[in-house]
Protein backbone atom coordinates (compact mmCIF):
# COMPACT_ATOMS: atom_id res chain seq x y z
CA UNK A 1 0.00 0.00 0.00
CA UNK A 2 2.55 2.29 1.09
CA UNK A 3 3.95 1.26 -2.38
CA UNK A 4 0.59 2.93 -4.29
CA UNK A 5 1.14 5.61 -2.39
CA UNK A 6 4.26 6.92 -3.47
CA UNK A 7 3.26 7.72 -6.93
CA UNK A 8 0.55 9.25 -6.02
CA UNK A 9 1.98 12.63 -6.60
CA UNK A 10 2.90 12.06 -9.96
CA UNK A 11 -0.82 10.57 -10.29
CA UNK A 12 -2.91 13.59 -9.37
CA UNK A 13 0.05 15.62 -11.39
CA UNK A 14 -1.07 13.19 -14.41
CA UNK A 15 -4.60 13.23 -13.67
CA UNK A 16 -4.63 17.17 -13.70
CA UNK A 17 -2.52 17.86 -15.95
CA UNK A 18 -3.65 15.16 -19.02
CA UNK A 19 -7.16 14.57 -18.24
CA UNK A 20 -8.35 18.19 -16.95
CA UNK A 21 -11.92 19.70 -18.68
CA UNK A 22 -10.19 21.04 -21.36
CA UNK A 23 -8.85 17.30 -22.11
CA UNK A 24 -11.84 15.40 -21.05
CA UNK A 25 -13.83 17.85 -24.41
CA UNK A 26 -10.72 18.82 -26.30
CA UNK A 27 -9.61 14.42 -27.01
CA UNK A 28 -13.34 13.89 -27.16
CA UNK A 29 -13.16 16.31 -29.63
CA UNK A 30 -10.53 15.25 -31.42
CA UNK A 31 -11.66 11.65 -31.44
CA UNK A 32 -15.07 12.64 -33.43
CA UNK A 33 -13.18 14.67 -35.99
CA UNK A 34 -9.99 13.06 -36.77
CA UNK A 35 -10.34 9.71 -35.36
CA UNK A 36 -6.92 8.68 -33.54
CA UNK A 37 -4.38 10.19 -36.47
CA UNK A 38 -3.37 12.48 -33.67
CA UNK A 39 -2.59 9.96 -31.43
CA UNK A 40 1.28 10.50 -32.18
CA UNK A 41 0.63 14.09 -30.42
CA UNK A 42 -0.19 12.27 -27.33
CA UNK A 43 2.84 10.22 -27.34
CA UNK A 44 5.13 12.89 -27.85
CA UNK A 45 3.74 15.07 -25.32
CA UNK A 46 4.04 11.93 -22.60
CA UNK A 47 7.64 11.71 -23.28
CA UNK A 48 8.25 15.28 -23.01
CA UNK A 49 6.52 15.90 -19.89
CA UNK A 50 8.26 13.17 -18.43
CA UNK A 51 11.49 13.99 -19.80
CA UNK A 52 11.14 17.96 -17.90
CA UNK A 53 9.29 16.73 -14.99
CA UNK A 54 11.82 14.22 -14.24
CA UNK A 55 14.39 17.10 -14.09
CA UNK A 56 12.40 19.26 -12.19
CA UNK A 57 11.78 16.84 -9.30
CA UNK A 58 15.59 16.00 -9.34
CA UNK A 59 16.02 19.56 -8.96
CA UNK A 60 14.10 19.53 -6.11
CA UNK A 61 15.07 16.63 -4.66
CA UNK A 62 18.80 17.49 -5.11
CA UNK A 63 19.21 20.66 -4.09
CA UNK A 64 16.18 21.21 -1.35
CA UNK A 65 14.30 24.42 -3.42
CA UNK A 66 11.87 24.19 -5.70
CA UNK A 67 12.58 24.83 -9.39
CA UNK A 68 11.12 28.41 -9.81
CA UNK A 69 12.90 29.54 -6.49
CA UNK A 70 16.17 28.35 -8.54
CA UNK A 71 15.30 30.07 -11.73
CA UNK A 72 14.71 33.45 -10.75
CA UNK A 73 18.50 32.82 -8.35
CA UNK A 74 20.48 31.36 -11.08
CA UNK A 75 18.52 33.56 -14.33
CA UNK A 76 17.72 36.63 -13.01
CA UNK A 77 14.83 38.57 -12.07
CA UNK A 78 13.62 39.46 -15.53
CA UNK A 79 13.61 36.41 -16.70
CA UNK A 80 12.10 34.58 -14.02
CA UNK A 81 9.74 37.72 -14.41
CA UNK A 82 8.73 36.66 -18.07
CA UNK A 83 8.15 33.39 -16.80
CA UNK A 84 5.95 34.24 -13.88
CA UNK A 85 4.24 36.67 -15.94
CA UNK A 86 3.25 34.18 -18.73
CA UNK A 87 2.42 31.20 -16.24
CA UNK A 88 0.48 33.15 -13.80
CA UNK A 89 -2.09 34.51 -16.18
CA UNK A 90 -1.85 31.39 -18.34
CA UNK A 91 -2.65 29.38 -14.35
CA UNK A 92 -5.69 32.44 -14.37
CA UNK A 93 -7.31 31.10 -17.36
CA UNK A 94 -7.04 27.32 -16.56
CA UNK A 95 -8.20 28.07 -13.31
CA UNK A 96 -11.10 29.65 -14.19
CA UNK A 97 -12.07 26.59 -16.57
CA UNK A 98 -11.41 24.08 -13.62
CA UNK A 99 -13.82 25.50 -11.38
CA UNK A 100 -16.12 25.97 -14.17
CA UNK A 101 -15.06 22.16 -15.23
CA UNK A 102 -16.45 20.92 -11.58
CA UNK A 103 -19.54 22.83 -12.18
CA UNK A 104 -19.97 21.64 -15.39
CA UNK A 105 -19.49 17.73 -13.85
CA UNK A 106 -21.75 18.42 -10.99
CA UNK A 107 -24.44 19.41 -13.39
CA UNK A 108 -24.50 15.96 -15.07
CA UNK A 109 -25.33 14.83 -11.53
CA UNK A 110 -27.76 17.25 -10.46
CA UNK A 111 -29.35 18.61 -13.35
CA UNK A 112 -28.38 22.31 -11.51
CA UNK A 113 -27.53 25.20 -13.92
CA UNK A 114 -23.32 25.62 -13.79
CA UNK A 115 -23.63 29.25 -12.47
CA UNK A 116 -25.05 27.97 -9.10
CA UNK A 117 -22.30 25.37 -8.89
CA UNK A 118 -19.44 27.74 -9.59
CA UNK A 119 -18.82 29.72 -6.31
CA UNK A 120 -19.29 26.35 -4.16
CA UNK A 121 -16.53 24.77 -6.59
CA UNK A 122 -14.89 27.33 -5.34
CA UNK A 123 -15.13 27.38 -1.83
CA UNK A 124 -14.44 23.67 -1.78
CA UNK A 125 -10.91 24.19 -3.31
CA UNK A 126 -10.48 26.94 -1.26
CA UNK A 127 -11.50 24.60 1.65
CA UNK A 128 -9.06 22.00 0.63
CA UNK A 129 -6.08 23.71 0.19
CA UNK A 130 -6.65 25.64 3.31
CA UNK A 131 -7.29 22.61 5.58
CA UNK A 132 -6.17 19.75 4.06
CA UNK A 133 -2.94 18.39 4.42
CA UNK A 134 -0.97 17.73 1.18
CA UNK A 135 -0.53 13.65 1.17
CA UNK A 136 -4.34 13.26 2.03
CA UNK A 137 -5.04 15.54 -1.18
CA UNK A 138 -2.98 13.50 -3.32
CA UNK A 139 -4.09 10.57 -2.25
CA UNK A 140 -7.61 11.01 -2.16
CA UNK A 141 -7.83 12.87 -5.37
CA UNK A 142 -5.37 11.24 -7.22
CA UNK A 143 -6.97 7.90 -6.47
CA UNK A 144 -10.75 9.11 -6.70
CA UNK A 145 -9.24 10.40 -10.73
CA UNK A 146 -8.63 6.97 -11.71
CA UNK A 147 -12.45 6.50 -12.41
CA UNK A 148 -11.53 7.76 -15.50
CA UNK A 149 -10.55 4.31 -16.44
CA UNK A 150 -14.00 3.62 -17.19
CA UNK A 151 -12.83 5.17 -20.64
CA UNK A 152 -10.81 1.81 -21.36
CA UNK A 153 -12.88 -0.14 -19.65
CA UNK A 154 -15.61 1.18 -22.66
CA UNK A 155 -13.80 0.95 -24.95
CA UNK A 156 -13.27 -3.04 -24.42
CA UNK A 157 -17.02 -3.22 -24.67
CA UNK A 158 -17.83 -1.11 -27.44
CA UNK A 159 -15.62 -4.18 -29.18
CA UNK A 160 -14.35 -1.67 -31.79
CA UNK A 161 -12.31 -2.54 -34.82
CA UNK A 162 -8.68 -2.46 -33.22
CA UNK A 163 -7.59 -3.40 -36.68
CA UNK A 164 -9.23 0.00 -38.44
CA UNK A 165 -7.97 1.88 -34.90
CA UNK A 166 -4.20 0.34 -35.12
CA UNK A 167 -4.05 1.67 -38.69
CA UNK A 168 -4.90 5.40 -37.89
CA UNK A 169 -2.65 5.35 -35.01
CA UNK A 170 0.24 3.71 -37.12
CA UNK A 171 -0.68 4.17 -40.70
CA UNK A 172 -2.33 7.54 -41.11
CA UNK A 173 -1.04 10.16 -39.10
CA UNK A 174 -2.63 12.84 -41.34
CA UNK A 175 -5.77 15.21 -41.50
CA UNK A 176 -8.84 13.37 -41.80
CA UNK A 177 -10.31 13.88 -45.59
CA UNK A 178 -13.27 16.39 -44.31
CA UNK A 179 -10.93 18.56 -42.52
CA UNK A 180 -8.47 21.04 -43.28
CA UNK A 181 -4.35 20.81 -43.06
CA UNK A 182 -4.60 23.75 -40.62
CA UNK A 183 -7.16 22.34 -38.50
CA UNK A 184 -5.47 19.04 -37.83
CA UNK A 185 -2.35 20.51 -36.99
CA UNK A 186 -3.79 23.30 -34.84
CA UNK A 187 -5.28 20.83 -32.86
CA UNK A 188 -2.09 18.92 -32.59
CA UNK A 189 -0.65 22.21 -31.80
CA UNK A 190 -3.22 22.19 -28.56
CA UNK A 191 -3.13 18.73 -27.49
CA UNK A 192 0.85 19.38 -26.92
CA UNK A 193 0.23 21.95 -25.40
CA UNK A 194 -2.34 20.83 -22.90
CA UNK A 195 0.57 17.61 -22.15
CA UNK A 196 2.98 20.15 -21.35
CA UNK A 197 1.06 22.74 -19.68
CA UNK A 198 3.79 24.62 -17.10
CA UNK A 199 1.99 24.25 -14.20
CA UNK A 200 2.20 20.45 -14.00
CA UNK A 201 5.53 20.98 -12.98
CA UNK A 202 5.96 23.77 -11.37
CA UNK A 203 3.76 21.90 -9.01
CA UNK A 204 5.59 18.58 -8.95
CA UNK A 205 8.34 20.41 -8.17
CA UNK A 206 6.97 22.16 -5.37
CA UNK A 207 5.07 19.11 -4.10
CA UNK A 208 8.46 17.28 -3.95
CA UNK A 209 9.03 20.23 -1.55
CA UNK A 210 5.76 19.69 0.75
CA UNK A 211 6.86 16.00 0.73
CA UNK A 212 10.56 16.67 1.83
CA UNK A 213 12.25 14.80 -1.02
CA UNK A 214 15.92 14.43 -0.67
CA UNK A 215 18.40 12.80 -3.28
CA UNK A 216 17.80 9.48 -1.61
CA UNK A 217 13.82 9.80 -2.97
CA UNK A 218 14.93 9.98 -6.14
CA UNK A 219 13.71 6.13 -7.35
CA UNK A 220 10.55 7.82 -6.40
CA UNK A 221 10.60 10.87 -7.96
CA UNK A 222 11.21 8.75 -11.53
CA UNK A 223 8.37 6.55 -10.40
CA UNK A 224 5.95 9.17 -9.98
CA UNK A 225 6.91 10.30 -13.46
CA UNK A 226 7.05 7.09 -15.00
CA UNK A 227 3.45 5.71 -13.85
CA UNK A 228 1.82 9.23 -13.52
CA UNK A 229 2.22 10.71 -16.35
CA UNK A 230 1.77 7.61 -19.00
CA UNK A 231 -1.11 6.51 -17.12
CA UNK A 232 -2.52 10.53 -17.80
CA UNK A 233 -1.63 10.07 -21.46
CA UNK A 234 -3.10 6.57 -21.52
CA UNK A 235 -6.53 7.93 -20.35
CA UNK A 236 -6.45 10.75 -23.03
CA UNK A 237 -5.96 8.12 -25.79
CA UNK A 238 -8.90 6.19 -24.13
CA UNK A 239 -11.30 9.03 -24.46
CA UNK A 240 -10.27 9.73 -27.86
CA UNK A 241 -10.85 6.49 -28.97
CA UNK A 242 -13.97 6.12 -27.34
CA UNK A 243 -15.12 9.19 -29.21
CA UNK A 244 -13.65 7.38 -32.39
CA UNK A 245 -15.73 4.65 -32.38
CA UNK A 246 -18.87 6.01 -31.18
CA UNK A 247 -19.25 9.43 -31.93
CA UNK A 248 -17.11 9.55 -35.13
CA UNK A 249 -19.66 7.43 -37.07
CA UNK A 250 -22.61 9.61 -36.18
CA UNK A 251 -20.75 12.68 -37.04
CA UNK A 252 -21.53 14.12 -33.54
CA UNK A 253 -19.71 17.48 -32.91
CA UNK A 254 -18.71 17.41 -29.33
CA UNK A 255 -19.54 20.80 -27.81
CA UNK A 256 -20.41 18.98 -24.36
CA UNK A 257 -18.81 17.19 -21.22
CA UNK A 258 -22.37 14.73 -21.77
CA UNK A 259 -21.04 14.13 -25.51
CA UNK A 260 -18.07 13.36 -23.88
CA UNK A 261 -19.26 10.93 -21.42
CA UNK A 262 -21.61 9.35 -24.24
CA UNK A 263 -19.53 6.18 -25.46
CA UNK A 264 -19.64 5.34 -21.40
CA UNK A 265 -23.29 5.43 -21.07
CA UNK A 266 -23.37 3.68 -24.29
CA UNK A 267 -21.51 0.32 -23.01
CA UNK A 268 -21.90 0.62 -19.29
CA UNK A 269 -25.32 2.12 -18.90
CA UNK A 270 -26.46 4.12 -15.66
CA UNK A 271 -23.30 2.42 -13.58
CA UNK A 272 -20.81 3.61 -15.87
CA UNK A 273 -22.37 7.01 -16.28
CA UNK A 274 -22.13 7.63 -12.73
CA UNK A 275 -18.00 6.16 -12.28
CA UNK A 276 -17.74 8.74 -15.61
CA UNK A 277 -19.18 11.60 -13.75
CA UNK A 278 -17.44 11.04 -10.54
CA UNK A 279 -14.20 10.66 -12.02
CA UNK A 280 -15.09 14.00 -14.27
CA UNK A 281 -15.45 16.04 -10.51
CA UNK A 282 -12.00 14.55 -9.36
CA UNK A 283 -9.85 15.18 -12.57
CA UNK A 284 -11.12 18.35 -12.59
CA UNK A 285 -11.34 19.41 -8.76
CA UNK A 286 -7.86 18.05 -8.69
CA UNK A 287 -6.85 19.91 -11.37
CA UNK A 288 -8.21 23.39 -9.78
CA UNK A 289 -6.07 22.38 -6.35
CA UNK A 290 -3.06 21.62 -8.68
CA UNK A 291 -3.22 25.80 -10.69
CA UNK A 292 -4.06 26.81 -7.44
CA UNK A 293 -1.50 25.80 -5.32
CA UNK A 294 0.55 26.32 -8.73
CA UNK A 295 -0.51 30.53 -8.59
CA UNK A 296 0.58 30.67 -4.91
CA UNK A 297 3.76 28.86 -5.25
CA UNK A 298 5.40 30.63 -7.97
CA UNK A 299 4.00 34.04 -7.06
CA UNK A 300 5.91 32.91 -3.59
CA UNK A 301 8.83 31.65 -4.85
CA UNK A 302 9.73 34.71 -7.12
CA UNK A 303 9.17 37.02 -4.03
CA UNK A 304 10.84 34.48 -1.40
CA UNK A 305 8.00 34.68 0.47
CA UNK A 306 7.29 31.61 3.04
CA UNK A 307 4.79 29.13 0.90
CA UNK A 308 3.77 25.91 1.20
CA UNK A 309 1.14 23.60 2.88
CA UNK A 310 3.65 22.17 5.19
CA UNK A 311 3.67 25.67 6.80
CA UNK A 312 0.52 26.44 8.75
CA UNK A 313 -1.86 29.64 7.05
CA UNK A 314 -0.90 32.25 9.89
CA UNK A 315 3.08 31.64 8.80
CA UNK A 316 2.24 31.98 4.90
CA UNK A 317 -0.74 34.22 4.55
CA UNK A 318 0.56 35.74 1.47
CA UNK A 319 0.82 32.24 -0.53
CA UNK A 320 -2.74 31.97 1.23
CA UNK A 321 -4.00 35.40 -0.15
CA UNK A 322 -2.82 34.74 -3.80
CA UNK A 323 -4.78 31.73 -4.00
CA UNK A 324 -7.89 32.81 -2.57
CA UNK A 325 -7.49 35.95 -4.84
CA UNK A 326 -6.86 33.43 -7.68
CA UNK A 327 -10.20 32.32 -7.19
CA UNK A 328 -12.12 35.20 -6.81
CA UNK A 329 -10.48 36.40 -10.51
CA UNK A 330 -11.40 32.68 -12.11
CA UNK A 331 -14.71 33.12 -10.49
CA UNK A 332 -15.20 36.51 -11.91
CA UNK A 333 -13.94 35.21 -15.20
CA UNK A 334 -16.79 32.64 -15.04
CA UNK A 335 -19.41 35.03 -13.79
CA UNK A 336 -19.30 36.68 -17.56
CA UNK A 337 -20.52 34.07 -18.94
CA UNK A 338 -17.78 32.75 -21.02
CA UNK A 339 -18.01 28.64 -21.46
CA UNK A 340 -15.37 27.08 -19.12
CA UNK A 341 -14.39 24.66 -21.70
CA UNK A 342 -13.59 27.41 -24.49
CA UNK A 343 -11.72 29.22 -21.55
CA UNK A 344 -9.58 25.79 -20.92
CA UNK A 345 -9.05 25.78 -25.08
CA UNK A 346 -7.70 28.95 -25.45
CA UNK A 347 -5.12 28.43 -22.30
CA UNK A 348 -4.18 25.47 -23.36
CA UNK A 349 -3.36 27.47 -26.97
CA UNK A 350 -1.89 29.53 -24.99
CA UNK A 351 -0.18 27.91 -22.70
CA UNK A 352 2.14 26.19 -25.73
CA UNK A 353 3.22 30.05 -26.05
CA UNK A 354 4.79 30.21 -22.92
CA UNK A 355 6.29 26.58 -22.95
CA UNK A 356 9.93 28.20 -24.27
CA UNK A 357 10.07 30.48 -21.16
CA UNK A 358 9.01 27.67 -18.72
CA UNK A 359 11.50 25.07 -19.95
CA UNK A 360 14.47 26.65 -21.30
CA UNK A 361 15.23 27.71 -17.65
CA UNK A 362 14.54 24.28 -16.21
CA UNK A 363 17.22 22.54 -19.03
CA UNK A 364 19.25 25.08 -17.64
CA UNK A 365 19.10 24.49 -14.21
CA UNK A 366 19.15 20.77 -14.17
CA UNK A 367 22.58 21.28 -15.45
CA UNK A 368 24.21 23.62 -12.97
CA UNK A 369 26.36 21.79 -11.18
CA UNK A 370 26.31 24.73 -8.50
CA UNK A 371 22.74 23.58 -7.45
CA UNK A 372 22.79 19.94 -8.97
CA UNK A 373 26.74 18.65 -7.66
CA UNK A 374 27.00 15.11 -9.73
CA UNK A 375 23.30 14.98 -10.59
CA UNK A 376 23.67 16.86 -13.92
CA UNK A 377 21.46 16.12 -17.09
CA UNK A 378 23.53 13.11 -18.58
CA UNK A 379 24.69 13.39 -22.48
CA UNK A 380 21.36 11.71 -23.20
CA UNK A 381 18.66 13.73 -21.30
CA UNK A 382 20.10 16.95 -22.76
CA UNK A 383 20.13 15.46 -26.55
CA UNK A 384 16.93 14.99 -25.71
CA UNK A 385 15.79 17.81 -24.10
CA UNK A 386 17.58 20.31 -26.92
CA UNK A 387 14.95 18.13 -29.14
CA UNK A 388 11.85 18.98 -27.48
CA UNK A 389 13.05 22.52 -26.99
CA UNK A 390 13.04 22.96 -30.82
CA UNK A 391 9.46 21.35 -30.74
CA UNK A 392 8.39 23.52 -28.11
CA UNK A 393 9.57 26.69 -30.06
CA UNK A 394 8.03 25.61 -33.39
CA UNK A 395 4.49 25.35 -31.60
CA UNK A 396 5.06 28.21 -29.76
CA UNK A 397 5.28 30.39 -33.05
CA UNK A 398 3.03 28.52 -35.27
CA UNK A 399 -0.03 28.48 -32.26
CA UNK A 400 -1.55 31.87 -33.04
CA UNK A 401 -1.07 31.81 -36.71
CA UNK A 402 -3.38 28.62 -36.65
CA UNK A 403 -5.61 29.71 -33.93
CA UNK A 404 -6.42 32.62 -36.68
CA UNK A 405 -6.40 31.08 -39.91
CA UNK A 406 -8.76 28.13 -38.25
CA UNK A 407 -11.20 30.73 -36.26
CA UNK A 408 -9.94 28.58 -33.14
CA UNK A 409 -10.28 24.85 -34.97
CA UNK A 410 -14.13 25.93 -35.75
Not at 378 to 405: D, E, K, Q, W
Request: proline share 4%; charged share 10%; net charge neutral.
Amino acid sequence: MKAIFAVALGVLTAIGGFVDIGDLVTNSVVGSRFGMTLTWVVLVGVVGICLFAQMSGRVAAVSGRATFEIIRERLGARVALANLSASFLINLLTLAAEIGGIALALQLASSIEPILWFPVAAIAVWIVVWRVKFSIMENVTGLLGLSLVVFAVALFLLHPDWSALGSQVLLQPSPHTDESPATYWYYAIALFGAAMTPYEVFFFSSGAIEEKWKKKDLAQSRLNVLVGFPLGGMLSLAIAACATVVLLPKGIQVESLFQTALPVAQALGKIGLIIVILGFVAATFGAALEVTLSSGYTLGQFFGWPWGKFRRPASASRFHAVMILSLVVALGILFTGVDPVQVTEFSVVFSAIALPLTYLPILIVANDPKYMGDEVNGRVTNFFGLIYLGLILVASIAAIPLMIVTGAGA
